[in-house]
């Protein structure tokens, strides 16, 4: 395995940049895995890492360049409200618009396969939602994507394989949204959707006290057979 920061252009002007993370074979399926308010973090430079381990070319892009760049953030209370404004102060759709040409840079890069998922968590779920409404991403897995409940109206635009991952005791995306998801999307044979008992948003973060690793292994494993199905080497 081999990782870099790469820098990206984007479609207005400037660059950004993105942090990218190579299986051992040296190429594979690509993932474009979408951080959550606290940047592109050791957390998630590991969960990419992980993933190429798996054998797949990662791109992890800075969604908040625009705001500040290379932000890196932890999970106390000071840098969750850090997040958060970070959050407030980026324009949604031009967040979609950066992630979609990352998207097609790292398509293009000889390290893959020409076969690409959108993979977030948080923040990063919701713009793997709107990516698979908005592009031609070949797959999407979306971990408690905050506010998916509320854009349903995306979902017939939606023809890729989509995974959810939700959880009981979220108190960021009620049940009833949840369930709301799942009723939306039942009709559709290539959506999934797994609801986690007993944890909370940010299950799969070991880094947060909401980490249960019993969740984020089945999870894991869960979003590994989606991916080995839906993105065939």
């Known amino acids: ?121 948080c923040l990063g779920g919701r713009l793997a939602y709107h990516l698979a409404a908005e592009t031609d991403v070949d797959a999407a897995v979306c971990y408690y994507g905050g506010g998916i409940p509320t854009v349903l109206d995306q979902a017939p635009k939606i023809r890729a394989p989509i995974l959810f991952h939700f959880a009981e005791r979220d108190s960021f995306i009620p049940l009833d949204g949840v369930e709301a998801v799942r009723e939306t999307f039942a009709p559709r044979s290539n959506a999934m959707l797994e609801l986690y008992r007993g944890v909370d948003h940010g299950f799969n973060c070991w880094a947060r006290s909401s980490y249960d690793q019993t969740a984020a292994a089945l999870a894991r494993g869960r979003t590994l057979a989606f991916l080995a199905t839906n993105l065939p080497r």
């Open 1 to 121: 395995m081999s990782t870099e920061w790469i820098d990206i252009a984007a479609e207005d002007g400037g660059t950004f940049g993105a942090y990218l993370s190579l299986p051992p074979t040296g190429r594979g399926p690509g993932i474009l895995l979408i951080q959550e308010i606290f940047g592109v973090n050791a957390h998630i430079r590991a969960v990419a890492d992980q993933y190429a381990m798996d054998g797949y070319t990662v791109l992890a892009p800075d969604v908040f360049w625009r705001e500040q760049p290379r932000v890196e953030l932890g999970y106390d209370t000071a840098d969750f409200a850090a997040g958060r404004e970070l959050a407030n102060r980026a324009k949604f759709s031009q967040c979609v618009r950066d992630l979609a040409v990352a998207l097609g840079v790292l398509r293009a890069r000889p390290e893959c396969n020409g076969r690409v998922a959108a993979l977030g968590y």
